[in-house]
């Protein structure tokens, strides 16, 4: 058989699949590119609304969102490799009993989900002096979490420009309700958090409805499933577990540090520059996350080329990536002020551009050892990086070094977890390509 060139195979992979990666792609990040619009159009909206300070408590109250998530128990992630490994062999029947075990498990760490959040608003700072707010946030995000189980399926099936479109309803549905709201009335707080949950919730069931329209799985009754059933998913998910805490800790904690030691208004600030640069990591990970689909067939496949062509596509995007937060680094002070109404200097910046580009490296690699389930390097990786980032962070704090401390921090965590992927990554796709020698690919539950 005569082999194709990996650049050949490189185009094929882009244009190929359900739509193609490359205009799946394009089709998220435009639509990332309006749901951006309309998070930087509310900023301006809740700072006169609320004033900076006020902004900054609504940033840390808002983040519950983040908390929730650890819920899961990295479950959603092995879902979304089973499903796209069962439909990639067109086996309905495997897709459908891994969706039926995993609504289960999200019933289980939903009601987790709500002792946790009961506990934090009664105990934990700002979140007790803000009870119903806080509580209205965090019944809304449980909800939504249950129904976003719904989100790994389509993913699993490859439905991202499904998912790009219906992820624009909460936010701007949410800005509406902002330019609605009479602008001599003051907004109370619990007001605005029953208003975001709803919005919330309204996308999270035109989700449910959409998803289960484009496949065929019949989840029966769910809650019948048996302990044995949840050992496999759960197994995988704590490993999965372990990288979300991770995560957690260097993308979710930033707001929560900096409003109990620096206040309101830096927290505003953070927030700010946060929501500018993040946009990049945002449309980088939605290239990410369609990559990761991508991988799994290849792994179904054993076609290694076509995961070596991948490979190199994610890190050529890197490059493009960071180039254009680069160029917004230079701009950033007018820049910031222009999107979300909130001044924060350049040199603040940079630490963010930093972070940015060292986070997508490591994303750049992790991601085929998520997609083949090798993630013991990675575990130990992050599992380092939680205590490397809080200490990091409370010195730089403690020494004066302001909001940049917490993306200082969260790139020196980072480091660790790039060099693992990348070396075990490079292992992986060095190995014997399936499509060539017939050997199974790594974490193929057929290999030796």
Not at 340 to 368: D, E, H, K, N
Request: proline share 4%.
């Amino acid at each position: 058989m005569t082999r194709q060139p990996w650049a050949a195979r490189l185009r094929a992979t882009l244009a190929g699949g359900s739509g193609g990666m490359l205009a799946s792609t394009g089709f998220s990040i435009g639509t990332k590119a309006l749901q951006a619009v309309a998070s930087f159009a509310t900023v301006h909206r809740l700072v006169l609304l609320w004033g900076l300070s006020g902004y900054g408590l609504w940033v840390t109250l808002a983040a519950v969102a983040l908390y929730i998530s650890l819920f899961d128990v990295g479950v959603g992630y092995g879902v979304k490799n089973r499903i796209s490994e069962a439909w990639g062999r067109g086996n309905v029947a495997e897709a459908t009993v891994v969706v039926r075990v995993g609504v289960a498990i999200y019933c289980v760490a939903s009601l987790a989900a709500l002792v946790a959040g009961a506990l934090l608003v009664l105990l934990v700072s700002p979140f007790r002096e803000h009870a119903l707010a806080a509580g209205l946030l965090w019944v809304a995000c449980v909800a939504t979490f249950f129904l976003s189980f719904h989100n790994m399926v389509l993913q699993g099936l490859g439905r991202f420009k499904t998912l790009a479109l219906l992820s624009l309803i909460a936010p701007c549905a949410w800005f509406t309700a902002l330019q609605l709201w009479p602008r001599e009335t003051a907004l109370p707080l619990p007001v605005g958090a029953a208003v975001y949950a709803a919005a919330m919730l309204l996308q999270a069931g035109i989700t449910v409805a959409v998803s289960k329209r484009v496949h065929d799985f019949h989840i029966g009754a769910w809650y019948r499933t048996r302990l044995r059933e949840f050992q496999p998913l759960v197994r995988t998910g704590a490993r999965f577990l372990v990288l979300q805490l991770a995560s957690f800790a260097l993308n979710g904690s930033g707001s929560f540090l900096i409003y109990r030691t620096l206040g309101g208004a830096e927290t505003a600030q953070y927030d700010a520059a946060n929501r500018v640069f993040s946009v990049f990591t945002i449309a980088f990970t939605t290239l990410i996350a369609i990559a990761w689909t991508e991988i799994s067939k290849a792994k179904a496949a054993r076609d290694r080329v076509r995961a070596v062509a991948i490979h190199r596509l994610l890190h050529a995007a890197v490059l493009v990536f960071l180039g254009a937060a680069m160029v917004a680094c230079v701009v950033s002070e007018p820049l910031t002020l222009a999107l979300t109404g909130i001044r924060v200097p350049s040199a603040a910046t940079a630490a963010f551009v930093l972070y940015i580009g060292i986070q997508m490296l490591a994303y750049t690699s992790a991601v085929f050892l998520n997609a083949y389930e090798r993630l013991r390097g990675q575990i130990l990786a992050a599992l380092l990086s939680i205590p490397l980032f809080f200490a990091a962070a409370l010195v730089l704090l403690a020494h004066g070094g302001g909001m940049p401390s917490i993306p200082i921090a969260s790139a020196v965590a980072t480091l660790p977890s790039l060099v693992v992927c990348f070396v075990i990554a490079r292992r992986l796709l060095a190995e014997p390509r399936g499509d060539e020698s017939g050997a199974a690919m790594p974490g193929d539950a057929s290999a030796p």
